[in-house]
């Protein structure tokens, strides 16, 4: 990215306007297409639903909404520490930034932490991916998630241990921004799942 | 001083504040075990909303122009709209 090209709103860090987004455009288009597949699930979730309204609203009333409730609030948490962390290399603050993506990759680790509490508990129910079209959808969505969340942490603790070491500063900081834009598309897709599979019935 | 130190708030604080306080009604619609398509809409709205959110203050899209400044909202409305449609049309199905 052309960061050095952008006009600067003072005091934010923050560019006017500019023709792409922050960070590498190759992860924009990966985002782009990790999207579509979400989609895909979604639709296919609430689709299916339509043949099996019973079934669904049954089983959906045997997750744990309190632990989706934080579930989503650590990867909301966690998406702000991320902007926090790409705010403070913008403004040149290595430390506070090494801090932030620390910050964030331990809500990151919550996440994966209660959601791994979930499938044991299911797991122990018996619950499993054949048990019904709703517990498939169910397991097979949030498991491609959760993969993803991890895949995020992964990011996060590259990007800490890199910033720690002196690798980015104020002016080159693409990969830090690549790393936070894949994390708040975690948390975007989490947004849509938590009540589409979690609470609308 | 910065116009930043100035603010009373940070914008990304006060998203981030928005994001959990719509969460949080989300969850008690489901808590109460509120029902019927107002509900469902309410709370898909609810999402659509915070997902909007997320693209526009926290991936910072709102400074971008062109094709990607729209991408994540056209992916919303479209996600949205088909999900609407699925429980619209199951809600005369049951």
Redesign the interface.
């Given at each position: 990215m052309l960061v050095g090209e952008r006009s600067m709103t003072r005091g934010s860090n923050l560019p006017d306007t500019t023709r792409y987004p922050p960070g590498d455009l190759a992860v924009w288009i990966f985002i782009l297409a990790e999207l579509a597949v979400f989609a895909i699930f979604f639709v296919a979730y609430a689709f299916t639903r339509m043949q099996h309204v019973v079934l669904f609203d049954q089983y959906q009333a045997t997750l744990d909404r309190n632990a989706a409730l934080l579930n989503t609030l650590a990867l909301i948490t966690a998406s702000y520490f991320v902007v926090r962390a790409v705010a403070a290399i913008r403004e040149g603050r290595v430390e506070g930034c090494r801090r932030w993506l620390w910050a964030a990759t331990g809500m990151g680790l919550l996440f994966l932490l209660i959601k791994s509490t979930e499938y044991a508990h299911h797991l122990g129910e018996g619950v499993r991916l054949s048990s019904n079209t709703f517990y498939m959808f169910y397991l097979s969505l949030t498991f491609f998630h959760f993969m993803h969340v991890i895949l995020g942490v992964i990011v996060l603790l590259v990007l800490a241990a890199r910033v720690g070491r002196g690798c980015y500063d104020a002016r080159d900081h693409a990969d830090v921004e690549s790393g936070a834009s894949y994390w708040h598309m975690v948390d975007l897709v989490w947004l849509i799942l938590f009540p589409l599979v979690y609470v609308m019935h | 001083m910065?116009?930043?130190?100035?603010r009373w708030i940070?914008?990304?604080?006060l998203?981030?504040l928005v994001?959990?306080g719509l969460?949080?009604v989300?969850?008690v619609?489901?808590?109460l075990g509120l029902?019927g398509m107002g509900v469902?809409f309410f709370?898909?709205g609810?999402?659509?909303l915070?997902?909007q959110l997320?693209?526009d203050?926290?991936?910072?899209?709102r400074?971008?122009?062109?094709f990607?400044r729209w991408?994540?909202l056209t992916?919303?409305v479209?996600?949205g709209a088909?999900?609407g449609v699925?429980?619209f049309?199951?809600s005369g199905?049951?």
């Open positions: - | 910065t116009a930043d130190t100035q940070r914008p990304c604080t998203v981030y994001l959990v969460t949080l989300t969850w619609a489901g808590r029902q469902t709370v898909l609810l999402a659509l915070k997902g997320i693209g203050g926290f991936m910072g899209l400074h971008v122009r062109g990607w991408a994540i992916w919303l479209g996600v088909l999900v699925a429980f049309l199951s199905l049951h």
